[in-house]
């Protein structure tokens, strides 16, 4: 075998295994581009080398005959001169060859060529262009047609009982100043307003801040309402104001519902025949939106992967059209026209497993995070033992209905994930960020506020082996202090549920307080963990239990796209919480949590309580 062929062979079939790999994990692009490069000389080169031939029949003649033959000085014998006699011998051998056929199965699979088989040879040649074609439009098409310039939309954040925060992007400046006007939708006579009004404007934007900007619309009714908005550049949709804090919704039956999840990678799994930003799984959440009632989607981060399949550059206009690209996928205005959505920030937004603070290219990577997600996100969270807002804080806080919600920043001020896990100084939330949220997990809520939700981008259990050190599990010391206000808050009658994503993969996961210690076991926290909603899944399974600290409610890693549904409701006069896993499209999973009572010989928080808890 030559040289050649030996190459076209392994080239091909390496192609073909990273195509796959591509098309199923987004990994591999580049290197599967780098042997079809290297297999087609090859290709030619073995196509045109002489075939390599075989004997078909190898026919041996001989013939043997007997010749007197009188040497020129005889012998004498007895009788005269002897006589001697010769053996003649001739030897003729015919060989047949051809060239050696080949099996066009065979070429079919390995990719080398054989002139005798020219049929069979094209078309594992074009089965490697195609599959190369096929990585090259994933790569590139998205990149160079639709880098969504020109991208017009506006987008619904954050809601309060009293506001309700929009983004706005227009960059086309013939159409300013852009306003946007809200009325209600389901007024209630006598004393609603029905009329159209004019609630705020954006007079210009430029591309300091990609023709962006952020606008805070009020909300004036006093109850819950249905309302509609529209604004001079042909955006339209709807929100429900949400219920005020300790009070259950008027709508749905009186029940409230949030949405979680992470990840999204547009144009996964390939399809040749989709559109360029593509991103199935918001179809799969638009199908469902209608039947949950959502009040907001908590995104738990990675809503971009700058760095997946393949990095191309680390400057601000290369982050900012990640962006973009998500927010001009066709599939994105079914979500988002009439659902809030609020996020929090994890490593892909930066770069993977990112643990160097505000370094390298964290500026470059935080600035459109901040135009297109953080401007219209809730508060900020209150700075500890005040009323008053942390400045420049990337984490958040707010109270809807029977829940108060933490946003956590588990990458911009976590120490290295390289030092030890069960070092005394290992930080992932960083001082002022840790002590504002334990401050929160102490606080007196308001009546009828039985559940405090912390959102994670990163999971909190431990039990994921594989990467761990980029988990809460390489974070001992602080997850343990965190852990026993957890606790705390449980056992005065508060349930905690923790939101997290990342790894393509879902678990629920319960933390008990240890047996025969001073909290009681209905203070345990719940961990659900959900993603991604449009990424791979991870290709085997990596949760293990591995003691009784992190004990596992349940564990699926399939599914391409998974969202969890979080709805909060009284049951016979207990607070519960009921959470629905959704799977590619469908229900696949659920199970039901109750808010804990007040622990024996604890006190419930007064309204005095309440009142001074500042002071």
Not at 65 to 82: F, R, S, V
Not at 576 to 604: C, M, Q
Request: proline share 8%; hydrophobic share 40%; with cysteine.
């Amino acid at each position: 075998m030559t040289i050649q062929r030996t190459t076209a062979k392994v080239t091909s079939v390496a192609l073909r295994i990273c195509a796959i790999v591509f098309f199923r994990l987004a990994h591999f692009p580049s290197i599967a581009l780098a042997l079809f490069a290297i297999y087609v000389p090859s290709y030619v080169a073995s196509y045109r080398h002489t075939p390599e031939l075989e004997v078909v029949n190898d026919q041996v003649d001989i013939t043997i005959k007997e010749t007197a033959i009188t040497p020129e000085t005889p012998l004498l014998g007895e009788d005269g001169p002897a006589e001697v006699i010769a053996d003649e011998i001739d030897v003729k051998e015919k060989i047949t060859i051809r060239e050696k056929p080949c099996n066009p199965w065979s070429i079919l699979f390995w990719g080398a060529p054989d002139a005798a088989r020219p049929i069979a040879s094209f078309l594992t040649l074009l089965i490697n262009i195609v599959l190369a074609g096929f990585v090259a439009d994933a790569l590139f098409r998205a990149r160079f047609f639709y880098p969504a310039d020109d991208l017009s939309f506006v987008r619904l954040g954050y809601v309060s009982p009293t506001e309700a925060r929009f983004l706005i992007r227009e960059p086309d400046q013939a159409k300013m100043p852009v306003t946007i006007e809200v009325h209600i939708k389901d007024a209630k006579p006598p004393f609603d307003n029905t009329l159209w009004q004019q609630a705020g404007n954006v007079q210009r934007t430029d591309n300091t801040t990609d023709f962006t900007a952020a606008l805070t619309v009020p909300l004036h009714h006093s109850q819950q309402r249905r309302y509609e908005w529209r604004t001079s550049n042909n955006h339209t949709g709807e929100f429900l104001a949400p219920p005020r804090p300790g009070l259950m919704p008027e709508y749905h039956d009186g029940k409230f519902t949030f949405l979680s999840t992470s990840c999204i990678l547009p144009r996964f799994p390939y399809n040749p025949l989709d559109h360029p930003l593509a991103i199935p799984g918001l179809r799969h959440l638009a199908n469902k939106l209608p039947e949950l009632g959502a009040q907001f989607m908590l995104f738990l981060g990675d809503f971009i992967y700058v760095d997946v399949p393949e990095r191309f550059g680390k400057t601000v206009e290369e982050y900012r059209m990640q962006y973009r690209q998500v927010y001009a996928s066709p599939d994105w205005a079914p979500v988002a026209q009439n659902l809030s959505w609020i996020h929090v920030l994890d490593d892909h937004e930066i770069a993977n497993d990112w643990s160097a603070n505000s370094t390298g290219v964290y500026s470059a990577a935080v600035d459109p995070w901040h135009l297109y997600q953080a401007n219209i996100n809730p508060p900020k969270a209150l700075a500890v033992g005040t009323r008053t807002m942390r400045e420049n804080a990337t984490w958040y806080e707010f109270v809807q209905g029977p829940a108060s919600f933490f946003m956590m920043d588990t990458r911009s001020y976590r120490s290295s994930n390289k030092l030890p896990f069960n070092a005394t100084d290992k930080t992932m939330l960083g001082p002022k960020q840790l002590a504002d949220f334990l401050a929160w997990l102490a606080r007196p809520e308001p009546q009828g506020v039985q559940w405090k939700v912390i959102a994670s981008s990163v999971p909190f259990t431990k039990n994921w082996p594989i990467n761990v050190q980029d988990t809460w599990g390489g974070f001992l010391v602080e997850r343990r202090k965190i852990l026993e206000h957890m606790w705390d808050a449980g056992a005065r009658g508060t349930g905690i549920v923790i939101l997290s994503g990342d790894r393509h993969e879902f678990a629920a996961t319960k933390f008990p307080p240890p047996p025969g210690s001073r909290w009681p076991e209905s203070a345990a926290a719940h961990e659900f963990s959900t993603s991604p909603l449009n990424q791979f899944a991870s290709p085997f399974p990596s949760y293990v239990q591995t003691d009784d600290e992190d004990v596992m409610m349940n564990y699926i890693p399939g599914g391409t796209s998974k969202f969890g549904s979080f709805t909060m409701e009284k049951v016979d006069g207990k607070s519960t919480l009921h959470y629905r896993l959704f799977i590619d499209g469908n229900e696949t999973w659920s199970t039901v949590v109750e808010a804990p009572l007040v622990a024996e010989g604890l006190k419930v928080p007064t309204i005095w309580d309440r009142l001074t808890q500042y002071i």
